[in-house]
């Protein structure tokens, strides 16, 4: 059996409750075509099949779209610095559930299109392309119908190199409450010397086995609320 591939999502500590969301329900946003940062998202060569007035049927179609962008490589310099403020916002890591389609961004030419491509099944395609400048960010996606968010599992959290210390403390006292099993990382501060980064959280157990009379009820009441928060905004799948 293939191991499941591991992705990561580059994250500013601006909306703080955007990243808590993240986090504590383990689903990432799905965004339409135009709250993406690259105005040419979405924008299609025609040839002279497709008259002008089908323009407005082109953005109905792809309005219905919703995409999902993140990365398999954790140590991209230029993503934390466009998408996690500069450093001082985190990574976190996470995989997807099964079944779940992802497709690997593609950075050649967008296809020029006809007549008989303004459809749904077009606008999927063009959205697994992206250009040319954007290549740095390695990109994957994840393209779904109108749903708003893709539940994931939260594997870790690693903050940036400038993370604001009073910030990366108010988000540990939550996870140590709300996610005590998550592992969690904090990356050295920049200086002369580079330094490996350094676990701050790692996995714990919280609930001993079920066969033990001795087990504590108030830690396995925890655990399950834990579990049914999830499972209740990710719509039970997985679960």
Avoid at 154 to 173: A, C, D, Q, W
Avoid at 213 to 228: L, V
Wanted: aromatic share 12%; glycine share 4%.
């Amino acid at each position: 059996m293939n191991e499941k591939p591991t992705f990561y999502k580059y994250k500013s500590f601006q909306n703080f409750e955007f990243l808590l969301d993240m986090i504590l329900k383990e689903r990432l946003y799905a965004a339409k075509y135009n709250e993406l940062n690259d105005p040419m998202e979405g924008v299609i060569k025609v040839d002279n099949t497709v008259p002008k007035n089908r323009e407005k049927e082109w953005e109905e179609i792809i309005s219905d779209l919703r995409i999902v962008c993140f990365t398999k490589d954790p140590k991209n310099s230029l993503m934390w610095s466009h998408y996690a403020d500069g450093g001082k916002g985190c990574l976190v890591e996470f995989d997807l559930l099964d079944g779940q389609e992802y497709h690997k961004i593609s950075y050649l030419k967008k296809p020029v299109l006809n007549g008989k491509d303004i459809n749904i099944s077009k606008a999927f395609e063009i959205l697994k392309y992206k250009d040319k400048p954007w290549k740095y960010e390695a990109e994957y996606r994840c393209i779904q119908l109108k749903d708003r968010f893709l539940p994931v599992n939260i594997k870790s959290i690693t903050f940036g190199p400038r993370s604001n210390e009073e910030s990366v403390e108010m988000l540990m006292h939550i996870l140590t409450l709300c996610k005590p099993n998550l592992k969690v990382r904090k990356m050295s501060e920049i200086g002369v010397f580079k330094s490996a980064e350094f676990t701050i959280g790692a996995k714990k157990t919280m609930v001993v086995s079920t066969s033990n009379p001795k087990e504590c009820i108030q830690c396995a009441s925890i655990n399950m609320m834990q579990r049914d928060f999830v499972g209740m905004h990710r719509g039970w799948k997985d679960y």
